[in-house]
């Protein structure tokens, strides 16, 4: 099955991570895989795209994280079993979560250059738009200040941001960025998953409309009548 999946900067490709494990270039144009790559030894539990080459990470559960372009494996260090990976749309930072801490990377050559604890394992990491904000389920973090500004308790679930950055969704919670307060909860029938089972999630632009996929299915919603995004700083 695959584990994790990320689109090149200008949608021309595809990479995808799965648990036999193998790491795999998708062209979409046709939808013909071009590459597929058997560098790691155990499930790979993540993949990121450089924001504007055709270059990627992967990481895995045998520890291995891999920085890779079309020919092959450019570089790769040993580290502990990786569980999630982002990729900072802003200087290509590779920050990597870890059962007890978050660490970030150069590009390069995959040399770690800072690091913050975590209580829980991050199961999914994502970066604002703009690459000022790193956040998972339990925390938003600042990258230019270089601390946590919010915390949270909710299950281990995706996350997603707005286009503008003023709206962060865990799992079907919307919290306002300006305050890290929730503005609404989507309220979900009893045939669907609880937010445990959010692998993934994504918000359009405007925030408007909220999809989220598990191992079994992919649903797309409106947001609730009393969702209001906050106004621009």
């Known amino acids: 099955p695959i584990t994790s999946m990320d689109f ?3 949608s021309a490709f595809l990479v995808t991570g799965s648990e036999d494990p193998s790491v795999s270039l998708w062209r979409m144009s046709d939808g013909l895989q071009q590459k597929v790559y058997y560098d790691h030894r155990d499930t790979v539990t993540g ?5 504007s080459l055709l270059e990627w990470i992967s990481i895995s559960a045998d520890g291995k994280v891999i920085h890779w372009n079309v020919a092959g494996r450019d570089a790769y260090i040993i580290t502990e079993p990786g569980i999630s ?7 290509a930072t590779v920050v990597v979560g870890y059962p007890s801490s978050v660490v970030f990377y150069d590009w390069g050559e995959l040399k770690a250059f800072f690091s913050f604890p975590v209580d829980q394992p991050p199961q999914r990491l994502e970066f ?6 790193l956040a998972s389920s339990r925390f938003v973090w600042h990258i230019d200040e270089e601390k946590q500004i919010y915390t949270f308790d909710y299950p281990q679930s995706g996350v ?14 919307f919290i306002d960025m300006t305050n890290g307060l929730s503005l609404s909860t989507l309220v979900l029938g009893e045939d669907v998953p609880t937010t445990k089972g959010f692998h993934s999630i994504a918000l359009t632009k405007d925030a408007s409309l909220f999809a989220w996929g598990d191992a079994t299915q992919l649903s797309l919603w409106g947001l609730p009548e009393d969702f209001t995004p906050p106004e621009p700083a």
């Open 8 to 10: 090149s900067p200008d």
């Open 47 to 51: 993949v990121a795209f450089h924001s």
């Open 85 to 91: 990976v982002a990729v900072s749309p802003r200087d």
């Open 128 to 133: 604002s738009h703009d690459g000022v904000y």
């Open 160 to 173: 997603a941001f707005s286009a503008d950055g003023r709206v962060l969704a865990i799992g079907e919670t």
